[in-house]
């Protein structure tokens, strides 16, 4: 490549010099640096390569400057009216992105960048380019990712929201020989969960299915005041499982005068056999405080169990359920022993 040389009269350096420290614009300022850089005997590509840009960049601000002197440095963009994207915009942008296309009577579930476009125009009047929509929803910080199937609490919401209060007054005065934890049952399968993952480019990872599936199942109870969680295994989801866990809990927590445990209506926790132990050899020990119907957000114990698959289960390559269980039992027990340690310091 021919190397370019730039000469430049006597006192124009200087007047570069002046309006560089004068310049607030970052790119100007890199333009400028970029003159500096040849007048000083850089070529355009090793110019590129320490402002850390392309050398045909270097070459077309050189061409600009030869032509137009210092105001040829300056964004040529300037003439072009305000940003599109100012505060208004990226305001109501944010609050289209928030809701669904159904909401604004398009008949289409989910958004893509050109439907939003269309969106913006009708609340705005502003058409800006499909690239330009994705600077703007990076702006607003947004993403792309799964909804989350949820299901609606059929409960009124002052009837809900009485319950979660009263719950939050029980864990807030709670005496101190009493224990509150989250209770909840979670589904290991030996065949894969499938998620998201990094890949390199033309690559997609396989994850090898056992095809017959097998499961087992966890009953834990996350202690509010530790971190810790108790959990016991079966092969399948009863009240027996859940019993299982109970008497787990009475042994654990010996001391305790009353272990109240909150949990979701689940028919294996509301059982004539869960009552019946519950007023028999349980002794009384064992308080169960229901939530709102389908509302799991508000179970602590859910983290825990995502955090299960996402270390554990989520595209696991384990050949059979002894296994993967044992992987299972080995994040359980780290992560009780990093609770612990963190309860005690």
Known sequence: MEKIVLKVRFGVKERLSRGLRRCRDAGTRLRYLMIFNVINGRSTRQTGEVLKVHHTTVGRVVKRFRQYGEAGLYDGRADNGGDKLDEDYLQRLHTIVSKTPEDYRWRRPSWTRELLIEAMVRLTGVRIHVTTMSRALALIKARRGRPRPTVGCPWRKAAKTRRLRQLQELIGTVPRRERVLYEDEVDIHLNPKIGWDWMVSGQQKEVLTPGQNQKRYLAGALDILTGVLVWVEGERKTSYLFLDLLDRLRKEFPD?????????NYRIHKSDIVFA?????????????????????????????????????????????????????????????????????
């Open 256 to 264: 305790a005068r009353c272990l109240h445990l909150i949990l979701d």
């Open 277 to 345: 132990a519950l007023g028999g050899y349980l002794g009384g020990k064992i308080k169960l405080h229901f939530l709102p119907p389908y509302c799991p957000d508000h179970n602590k114990i859910e983290r825990v169990w995502q955090d299960l698959h996402a270390n554990v289960t989520r595209n696991h390559c384990q050949p059979n359920m002894t296994k993967l269980m044992e992987a299972v039992r080995y994040y359980l027990h780290k992560r009780n022993t990093r609770k612990r340690a963190l309860f005690a310091a």
